[in-house]
């Protein structure tokens, strides 16, 4: 789960190395596919055909990105 919606705990900092694929490729300006998922690595086809490759990293520090992002409570 935390390869597709990790990041960091705290938003604010924006570290993109704990970012998972779903964060990065929200930032991507063409729509991607998913061609594969395997042990290392996952790998989109943009449309041209292009495959691009991100790999799968260590997630210690990473929560869901719907933990990170949540309303905080009110005053």
């Known amino acids: ?9 705290d938003p604010i900092a924006r570290r ?3 970012n998972g694929v779903a964060m ?3 930032r991507m ?3 991607l596919t998913v061609a594969a998922v395997d042990a290392d690595a ?6 041209r055909g292009t495959l691009l490759r991100f790999t799968r990293m260590d997630r ?6 719907w933990i990170a992002y949540r309303a905080h409570g009110g005053p």
């Open 1 to 9: 789960m935390l390869d597709m919606f990790g990041c960091n705990p």
């Open 42 to 47: 996952w790998h989109f086809a943009d449309q």
């Open 29 to 31: 300006l063409s729509p």
């Open 16 to 18: 993109v190395d704990r």
């Open 60 to 65: 210690a520090g990473q929560v869901p990105m």
């Open 24 to 26: 990065t490729l929200g």
